[in-house]
């Protein structure tokens, strides 16, 4: 991608942004990725890549209009040091995306809560996808990571969709069981297959507010924190969601649209 492709992406949400009109508060998360965080001190030829990184989230933000800007890069930035993205996946990791979320409930004025409050489970053995990509490099396979979820401890309901929000069937949790023999897969415990779409309804937060997740597979892992901040929560993946955006919000009243999209998909030809 390049910054004129991020300004495009810009001016899709800026559209739609005036489409649904003016009581609908529009949201852009446009997720960096692990290389914005880590060859911003290298010497070699890698370091350009940081440097596009920022010029194209920096192009996206000042293309807006009447949409607000979720600065994810500098709210993960001060936590580089931790595990705020996976060394064997290319996405970022529960931690990563906590930060994240926090920030956006806090820019979209509702409830959030800390990640004390949450349950932490710890999964060794880690080796994610980046170790298909390398064609099962072995230097992976002998350096896992653990897989790390925080469960929410607010209760809540849900319901899986097709990708015409069709044919509903009601599951126990956000979070799927991927088995040992598929551990480069484990990231998939994030809502299972990104084809899915969802409806999800909080069991304490009624504040009358009701938000449109629409992402790629970054916006996975944000789910499990915003069951306390949003009365209800729907969730679509805009690679695969068939109806159209804008009358599905109004069909459904939703009040807030957060389009949480990696920084790949944001500039991509997609």
């Known amino acids: 991608g390049n910054a004129s492709c991020a300004e495009d992406f810009a001016?899709?949400?800026?559209?739609?942004?005036?489409?649904?009109?003016?009581?609908?508060?529009?949201?852009?998360?446009?997720?960096?990725?692990?290389?914005a965080m880590y060859l911003g001190d290298s010497k070699t030829k890698y370091a350009k890549y940081v440097t596009r990184s920022t010029r194209?989230?920096?192009?996206?933000?000042?293309?807006?209009?009447?949409?607000?800007?979720?600065?994810?890069?500098?709210?993960?930035?001060?936590?580089?040091?931790?595990e705020i993205y996976y060394r064997t996946d290319h996405h970022w990791t529960g931690l990563?995306?906590?930060?994240?979320?926090?920030?956006?409930a806090k820019i979209a004025g509702v409830d959030f809560m800390p990640l004390s409050s949450y349950t932490k489970n710890v999964r060794p053995g880690y080796v994610g996808t980046m170790y298909k990509y390398t064609q099962y490099s072995p230097t992976l396979l002998n350096n896992p990571e653990d897989f790390v979820t925080y469960i929410p401890s607010t209760p809540y309901t849900i319901t899986k969709y097709n990708s015409k929000f069709a044919n509903g069937k009601a599951r126990d949790s956000?979070?799927?069981?991927?088995?040992?023999?598929?551990?480069?897969?484990?990231?998939?415990?994030?809502?299972?297959?990104?084809?899915?779409?969802?409806?999800?309804?909080?069991?304490?937060?009624?504040?009358?507010r009701k938000l449109l997740l629409v992402k790629d597979s970054?916006?996975?892992?944000?789910?499990?924190?915003l069951v306390n901040s949003f009365e209800e929560i729907y969730i679509v993946d805009a690679r695969y969601f068939e109806l159209s955006l804008v009358p599905f919000v109004q069909a459904n009243g939703i009040t807030d649209v957060l389009f949480a999209e990696s920084a790949f998909s944001a500039v991509g030809k997609g």
Not at 179 to 198: H, I, N, Q, V
């Open 11 to 35: 001016t899709i949400l800026n559209s739609f942004s005036a489409k649904v009109g003016s009581g609908v508060r529009v949201y852009s998360m446009m997720i960096p990725k692990s290389c």
């Open 56 to 82: 194209d989230l920096n192009a996206h933000k000042a293309a807006l209009s009447g949409v607000t800007y979720i600065p994810a890069y500098d709210v993960l930035l001060p936590h580089k040091n931790e």
């Open 96 to 104: 990563g995306a906590y930060y994240a979320a926090e920030e956006f």
């Open 174 to 208: 956000l979070y799927y069981s991927v088995p040992d023999s598929k551990r480069s897969s484990w990231y998939s415990t994030y809502l299972g297959s990104d084809t899915y779409s969802f409806n999800i309804k909080s069991g304490t937060c009624q504040n009358g």
């Open 218 to 225: 970054y916006g996975n892992a944000l789910s499990p924190y």
